[in-house]
């Protein structure tokens, strides 16, 4: 080989090194830039999805919080939020005025909780704080009255179906101690609840 052939050749091998550098580069950039594109993309969208949802999630907390307490504030005694213990007199007399007595038991549509529920929502509509009370008794089954914190009396607990003050005393029959027709089932108060 000349001196020209020699030159020829070692041009062409720089050249096809230089062309294999190049497109190298180039296929290794654009791969370098779509990962490192997708990546900062996607940690990006995370940090600023965390950061905008615990923003977002803590002023409309915030906001829902502070229209609430000013729509009680503003409502409250109308709405009947308000509600106070009765005195003792407070007590008779709502429940002589209220019908809900009135109102027949029948079995699976009007039972001793549609009683209470009743007695509850009406007490609460003038501003009377009522509990109900469940009665548990044995094999499952119980019964529902009312209560009333009176202010000079104390607990008093009601029966809904006669308006009649009546007692509760665990280990003793429901009926024997307020006088009631015995019922079918077996009604010693295992335990009471008191739901304000």
């Known amino acids: 080989m000349d001196y020209g052939q020699r030159l020829a050749t070692m041009v062409g091998i720089l050249l096809a090194i230089t062309m294999l550098c190049g497109g190298s580069a180039f296929l290794s950039y654009i791969y370098g830039q779509d990962k490192g594109y997708d990546a900062g993309y996607q940690a990006a969208h995370e940090a600023s999805y965390r950061h905008g949802y615990a923003e977002g999630n803590s002023q409309g907390y915030q906001v829902g919080y502070e229209t609430g307490y000013q729509a009680g504030l503003k409502e409250g005694a109308i709405s009947g939020y308000n509600l106070r213990n009765p005195t003792y007199r407070e007590m008779k007399e709502f429940l002589a005025q209220d019908t809900t007595d009135s109102k027949k038991y029948i079995g699976d549509e009007y039972v001793c909780s549609d009683f209470c529920a009743e007695v509850n929502n009406n007490a609460e509509a003038q501003g009377i704080r009522c509990a109900i009370v469940s009665i548990y008794y044995p094999e499952g ?27 509760l005393i665990v280990g003793k029959s429901y009926s024997q101690i307020n006088n009631y027709t015995p019922p079918p089932r077996a009604d010693t108060i295992g335990r009471f609840l008191v739901i304000w």
């Open 141 to 167: 089954y119980g019964h529902n009255i009312v209560a009333f914190e009176t202010t000079d009396k104390g607990l008093k607990f009601i029966e809904p179906q006669f308006d009649d003050e009546v007692d």
